[in-house]
Antibody, heavy 121, light 112 residues
Framework: EVQLVESGGGLVQPGGSLRLSCSAS????????MHWVRQAPGKGLEYVSA????????YYADSVKGRFTISRDNSKNTLYLQMSSLRAEDTAVYYC??????????????WGQGTLVTVSS | DIVMTQSPDSLAVSLGERATINCKSS????????????LAWYQQKPGQPPKLLIY???TRESGVPDRFSGSGSGTDFTLTISSLQAEDVAVYYC????????FGPGTKVDIK
């Protein structure tokens, strides 16, 4: 059974940093690109970041470029999102997401339960 | 980036009646080399993560009830719930994965 379990969320002051983790199991983690999607309270879904299966290629939404860093440790089946210079508008539930296919573009077939990041003084 | 729009923003349908949600992309998400539309639909219930319902515009994900169906091609797509059940109350999102992934703003479905 595929499981994605996020951790690391919490309350942080504006300008602060936080590192999210996503522990994956139930599939060959090293074969799949992985993604982060966020959802501000009461709002829609925003695609934040992605990383290729070997970590060699990354993507960032303009809203987080230069402030967030995605990485992965395939030996630990874990995905990370290092967030710095946090702003109030980064407040959201952050979901770790798996693509349906191990190659090429595809929909997201598994989502974690999400971890809440609140940026406030 | 491809911009996704959805209509209506919300709708209320009687139990057992049909619900129809529309999704439009700012450019075609049909890949001509394989004739596939890179379009998915998700269902999100309160307090839960989104759940994949439909991909390739019309392929139902395993375990999804057959009252859910997707149609359309190019830039215009539709999600249909043929007979609304109480458990279908949720927000529904379309998503394109033709290029940098983008989501529609969502459509809230309620019981009338």
């Amino acid at each position: 059974e595929v499981q994605l379990v996020e951790s690391g969320g919490g309350l942080v002051q504006p300008g602060g940093s936080l590192r999210l983790s996503c522990s994956a199991s139930g599939f060959t983690f090293s074969s799949y690109a992985m993604h982060w999607v966020r959802q501000a309270p009461g709002k829609g879904l925003e695609y934040v970041s992605a990383i290729s299966s070997n970590g060699g290629s990354t993507y960032y939404a303009d809203s987080v470029k230069g402030r967030f860093t995605i990485s992965r440790d395939n030996s630990k089946n874990t995905l990370y999102l290092q967030m710095s210079s946090l702003r109030a508008e980064d407040t959201a539930v952050y979901y770790c997401v798996k693509t349906k296919y191990s190659y090429g573009p595809g929909p997201f077939d598994y989502w974690g339960q999400g971890t809440l990041v609140t940026v406030s003084s | 980036d491809i911009v996704m729009t959805q209509s209506p923003d919300s709708l209320a349908v009687s139990l057992g009646e049909r619900a129809t949600i529309n999704c439009k992309s700012s450019q075609s998400v049909l890949y001509s080399s394989n004739n596939k539309n890179y379009l998915a639909w998700y269902q999100q219930k309160p307090g839960q993560p989104p759940k994949l319902l439909i991909y390739w515009a019309s392929t139902r994900e395993s375990g999804v009830p057959d009252r859910f169906s997707g149609s359309g091609s190019g830039t215009d797509f539709t999600l249909t719930i043929s007979s609304l059940q109480a458990e279908d109350v949720a927000v529904y999102y379309c998503q394109q994965y033709y290029s940098t992934l983008t989501f529609g703003p969502g459509t809230k479905v309620d019981i009338k």
